[in-house]
């Protein structure tokens, strides 16, 4: 059955010529508007759909008998992070084995470019492996090169915030000053010509703690000029739940710029009382909404938030060649620094380091599945110098650590999903459990859109089929303004998820995330078969779409 084990490529030939026009007959046709389902037909030729519902069937065709299947658009994920691991590895397995056909990477102020020197932008680009090269410095250049590779799934990318704070201030913590913001902008102006779709955020990480609100407001005015978006990961100060969406929509209101609000949930933890801050964040949205600002919002899956563990450290703890960090993770005198030190793990940590679990200890495998607060105990450490000896046990692999915070509730994730205005987004790269990626995890790879489905629809029954192929489909389709993707209708490109209703669900566990969905039968990208009987065909038709 799909999902078993890793899919096989199996190549396309003979009676299987991707030049022939595909009928998928019989499938029970979710169509991604939200409209009732009903059985029918849809034909694609030369990548776009021809027609849907009653199809006259042409002499030569490739058929994909869908009865009993249902046939949807293709995924969207709203909140990926595969910028480098779509690079290192194209196949997209992960997410072609769930039915996604587009990625919109770049999130959370993470991403590939712009860079200057790529040593200092390693740690700010998730799935990055030491060693590999970063042929690219500007936005086009990076995305020429992801072109190149020829990735399985349409990309979309936004422009990091990160990566503009590290190309002008550096890890500098501080407010960008005048010039700054104009070389930033700049920056950002490039890459939306270059093709990116808007900008994002990262506020609760190092690299942007010390954005103002004139800095997001100014790059706001860009993204608008050029028709973009800006998606954030909001500030998420411990006690400012209200004022980490408020933010946000001030920010990109006085910008005029569509915002999207990343893992809306994540304000669950700033606050004693978890669901009412939800609650307060989604009528924040609401009442923005009914004043003409266009807001929306996406979640995740996970029942807990994750990180690197490096970034339980200030930025200046990672400058300076290897050498130099590693002395200074030894060092009594720069620990005590660092513990005036407040980020994203510390944020995550406020409910106590027992909710904080190592994950992924290369060198140390017995720390794996840990608490630090276990850890700290036995070793008769404070956390931080817990997280330095963790650190410094993993010193070729420095970044790559991550950290589970055991921080949200099922009710936390559902409040927001009760919201029909809610994408689903993956927040994880895309992987494959060979090489060049065998051994990278990360949690809701394999998992996302496969436990959506299931849980929503099959297990609570909270959600219709139709409703829940609405929200990873023609919902984030409508954010991106692709008005030719996201639906099953006539001159579309043919981006198709064909599923068993009954089987398609997650296999992957909290320290066993590495584990194929099943029920994923069919996947076309453009029209091409990547997914056939579950397995790779090895036909990557897939583009880099470019804004403008």
């Known amino acids: 059955m799909c999902g078993q084990s890793q899919p096989q490529v199996t190549p396309l ?138 990735p399985a799934v349409n990309v979309v990318a936004l422009v990091p915030n990160g990566n503009l704070r590290l190309s002008v201030v550096g890890r500098a913590d501080r407010p960008a000053e005048s010039g700054e913001i104009l070389q930033m902008r700049k920056l950002l102006e490039q890459g939306m010509e270059e093709g990116a779709w808007g900008f994002s955020t ?31 990961h909001t500030r998420n100060q411990q006690g400012e739940a209200f004022e980490a969406i408020e933010e946000a929509i001030r920010t990109s209101g006085a910008g005029n710029v569509p915002l999207q609000i990343s893992h809306i949930s994540s304000v669950s933890r700033l606050g004693d009382d978890r669901a009412a801050a939800v609650r307060q964040a989604i009528a924040q949205v609401d009442r923005a909404r009914e004043h003409q600002i266009d807001v929306s919002f996406d979640m995740h899956t996970r029942s807990f938030g994750m990180t690197n563990l490096s970034n339980a450290l200030p930025g200046w703890a990672f400058e300076g060649s290897h050498k130099a960090i590693v002395a200074r993770l030894k060092q009594r005198a720069q620990r005590d620094n660092m513990r005036r030190h407040h980020g994203i793990v510390h944020s995550l940590a406020a409910a106590g380091w027992h909710k904080m679990v190592l994950f992924n200890c290369l060198a140390s495998p017995e720390l794996s599945r840990r608490s630090i607060a276990e850890i700290s105990t036995e070793w008769q450490m404070d956390p931080l110098d817990v997280i330095c000896e963790v650190l410094l046990k993993e010193e070729a692999n420095l970044h790559t650590v991550l950290v589970l915070g055991y921080v949200y509730t099922a009710e936390d994730t559902h409040f927001a999903f009760d919201h029909p205005g809610c994408m689903v987004g993956s927040d994880a790269t895309t992987l494959a459990l060979d090489k060049p990626l065998r051994g990278s995890l990360i949690h809701g790879a394999f998992t996302w859109a496969a436990w959506f489905y299931r849980h929503f629809v099959c297990e609570t029954k909270q959600l219709t089929k139709q409703e829940a192929v609405r929200r990873l489909t023609s919902l984030p389709a409508d954010r991106l303004n692709l008005t030719n993707r996201g639906r099953l209708r006539k001159n579309a490109w043919g981006d198709v998820a064909i599923f068993d209703p009954l089987s398609f669900a997650e296999r992957g566990t909290d320290f066993e995330p590495g584990k194929i969905a099943t029920g994923m039968v069919h996947v076309l990208v453009n029209g091409k078969l990547a997914l056939r009987d579950g397995q790779l065909t090895g036909d990557q038709g897939s583009l880099v779409l470019r804004k403008n």
Do not use: K
Request: proline fraction near 5%; glycine fraction near 12%; charged fraction near 20%.
């Open 13 to 150: 030939w003979g009676e299987y010529a991707v030049d022939l026009p595909i009928l998928i007959s019989g499938g029970t046709i979710v169509d991604g508007s939200g409209d009732e389902p009903y059985v029918g037909d849809v034909l694609i030729l030369a990548g776009r759909i021809v027609e849907v519902g009653v199809v006259l069937r042409p002499e030569n065709v490739l058929e994909l008998d869908a009865h009993g299947l249902v046939v949807a658009p293709g995924f969207i994920d709203i909140h990926s992070h595969s910028d480098f691991s779509l690079y290192n590895d194209p196949r997209a397995v992960s997410s072609l084995t769930q039915g996604v056909t587009l990625e919109v990477v770049g999130n959370c102020g993470h991403g590939c470019a712009p860079i200057t020197v790529p040593e200092i932008f390693q740690h700010n680009i998730y799935g990055y492996e030491p060693g590999m090269e970063m042929p690219w410095q500007s936005v086009g250049t990076y995305l020429d090169a992801l072109q190149a590779r020829r």
């Open 202 to 232: 990262g506020l609760e990480y190092d690299n942007e703690r010390w954005s103002s609100e004139i800095e997001m407001i100014e790059l706001c005015t860009v993204a608008a000029h050029a028709g973009g978006f800006y998606a954030t």
